[in-house]
């Protein structure tokens, strides 16, 4: 079969599967498990004779031998017993379940794959199957999973900017399904002529993260896995603890992250009735410029931990870290003054699948001590005011973010060129220095300056499903903001 036929295929039995309730993220978690343990059959024989730890009465062909009511019982068990392997297997694999009851349903999927030699495949096709289906998940808003999922434009745009160099380390402490790792590996790939050593660094020593949840988990080592990064039968580098709860003393040269939406950090515990409740979660941590539970500014802290010295980051962030009184100001205070806070990209309502989030990604590099503060100039991009987005009738593009990038100057920055000034007034590219950052209230970095021409030009209004997009972003922004006054009114921080 052609690789578009066999995408085809792949995305058609998502479908059928749909219309038996098997939803997209069910589908994607049983690919995961039929597709990795396909893979692991056909390196374990020539040429690649690989030793894979799966036993055999739960590798590929114990499951190609079995039909009907013994097929869906032991392909039940397998998924049990291989959860509680070692390494990235075991990984794989924790907490699987069948979700695919009809056992007619689940010998098709099971006879698509065989039909295939995966391994002879290409990496960005078997890479383009998979990251469909993700897409396609996050896309069903009732599953959750968008939270997990960074347009692919932006992160292709934030790599762009921070041109990741071979033989260096790159973390994200809140990776989701390896967005930023496999936008990095591609860029690295595409755009340097790597030996033998720098090759296999890229596979298996470039790449560490933190993902807690473990769907979420599975599914970023195999989209890794698919896109040859990571050993079938080796150590995996994608954490399931908490990246906030302790510095591990690991440092990196370059941090990309998304770090998840919602302000609180919380734990589940059991109370003196026996009932579970959530409880604020402060992270004491002596690395920390301000004990928080708001999970952005402790995750903004962490970043700033995790990058060796000049190493540098881009990481997403939403609005109130750029204003927020309290630990936020000392947050951003402290942030400008051991770090090179360099660049701020606004980012336009309407791209991401969570609603009511207003973010912007702050692009930083780390420094040595020193009394003096490293950041001199802030720039900052609006890519907001009079911008308009949605995600299916105009989703942003990497083409959309070409002239932020073209205006970053990505290995030349100190050529950098206001596109605003007392005659353009419509420039989105703006330079603020220190002083003048520091001056305002509270450091606050929301800055803008471009009329909104909405409310000036009541005949350009934007497209009516534009404008309800805006107004549900604004509502659950209005409600998020009311939920921290009650935190504070109920005695929260």
Same mark, same amino acid.
């Not at 399904?177 to 591609?186: C, K, R, S, V």
């Not at 993902?211 to 195999?222: G, H, K, P, Q, S």
């Given at each position: ?27 994607? #978690?049983?690919?995961?498990? &039929? !597709? ?22 739960? =590798? ?20 049990? %017993? ?17 979700? +695919? ?9 099971? =006879?698509? $794959? ?35 999922? @960074? ?30 790792? &496999?936008?990095?590996?591609?860029? +690295? ?15 298996? /020593? ?14 970023? &080592? ?6 040859? $990064? ?7 580098? $994608? ?55 708001? /999970?952005? !500014? =402790? ?12 190493? #540098?980051?881009?990481? *997403? ?12 100001? @000392? ?46 100039? *802030? ?7 009079? $911008? ?9 593009? &990497? ?18 060129? %206001? ?27 929301? +800055? ?22 805006? +107004?549900?972003? =604004? ?17 929260? %921080?």
């Amino acid at each position: 079969m052609t690789e578009s036929a066999i995408i085809s295929k792949v995305w058609n039995f998502a479908n059928v599967l749909r219309d038996d309730g098997v939803s997209y993220g069910d589908y994607l #978690e049983q690919i995961t498990y &039929l !597709l990795f343990l396909k893979m692991a059959d056909e390196y374990s024989k020539p040429p690649y004779s690989r030793e894979t730890n799966i036993p055999n009465e739960y =590798n590929w062909e114990s499951l190609t031998l079995k039909s009907g009511a013994d097929l869906e019982s032991h392909y039940t068990k397998l998924l049990r %017993e291989l959860g509680k392997t070692s390494g990235i297997l075991g990984q794989i694999f924790t907490k699987s379940q069948n979700k +695919i009851q009809d056992p007619a349903n689940l010998s098709k999927v099971i =006879n698509m $794959i065989d039909r295939e030699k995966w391994s002879m495949m290409g990496a960005d096709v078997k890479g383009q199957i998979y990251e469909g289906l993700l897409e396609k998940n996050a896309e069903d808003t009732k599953s959750g999973a968008g939270q997990y999922f @960074t347009p692919r434009a932006l992160i292709r745009a934030m790599v762009e900017c921070i041109q990741p160099k071979p033989k260096k380390t790159i973390a994200d402490p809140a990776c989701g399904t390896g967005g930023f790792f &496999l936008a990095a590996y591609d860029y +690295i790939v595409s755009n340097c002529n790597l030996d033998r050593d720098e090759k296999e660094f890229l596979k298996n /020593k470039t790449f560490s993260g933190n993902e807690i949840v473990a769907n979420t988990r599975r599914l970023c &080592l195999m989209n890794m896995f698919l896109h040859n $990064i990571g050993e079938i039968d080796g150590e995996t580098f $994608i954490s399931s603890t908490d990246a906030l709860i302790s510095d591990t003393g690991e440092r990196y040269d370059y941090v990309l992250a998304n770090p998840p939406f919602g302000k609180k950090s919380s734990i589940t515990i059991t109370n003196e009735e026996g009932k579970q409740e959530k409880q604020d979660m402060n992270y004491n941590r002596q690395d920390f410029w301000a004990t928080t539970s708001n /999970k952005q !500014l =402790n995750f903004l802290q962490h970043i700033k931990t995790l990058l060796k010295v000049n190493g #540098e980051a881009a990481v *997403v962030m939403p609005d109130n870290v750029l204003f927020e009184g309290g630990a936020g100001e @000392t947050v951003r205070k402290q942030l400008m003054q051991q770090t090179e806070l360099h660049t701020i990209l606004r980012l336009p309502t309407g791209i991401f699948y969570a609603q009511g989030v207003k973010a912007n990604v702050l692009f930083f590099v780390n420094k040595p001590a020193s009394k003096e503060a490293w950041t001199k100039d *802030v720039w900052i991009y609006d890519y907001r005011t009079n $911008i308009h987005h949605t995600l299916k009738k105009d989703p942003m593009k &990497l083409e959309d973010l070409r002239k932020f990038i073209d205006q970053y100057k990505p290995g030349n920055r100190h050529k950098r060129q %206001e596109t605003w000034n007392a005659d353009n007034e419509e420039g989105r590219w703006r330079k603020f220095t220190y002083d003048e950052i520091i001056a305002r209230d509270k450091t606050n970095l929301d +800055i803008f300056w471009l009329k909104d021409k909405s409310l000036a030009d009541l005949d350009n209004l934007p497209d009516p499903d534009i404008l309800a997009n805006e +107004i549900i972003e =604004n509502i659950e922004s209005g409600l998020e903001s009311f939920r921290e006054i009650m935190d504070v009114l109920n005695g929260g %921080e």
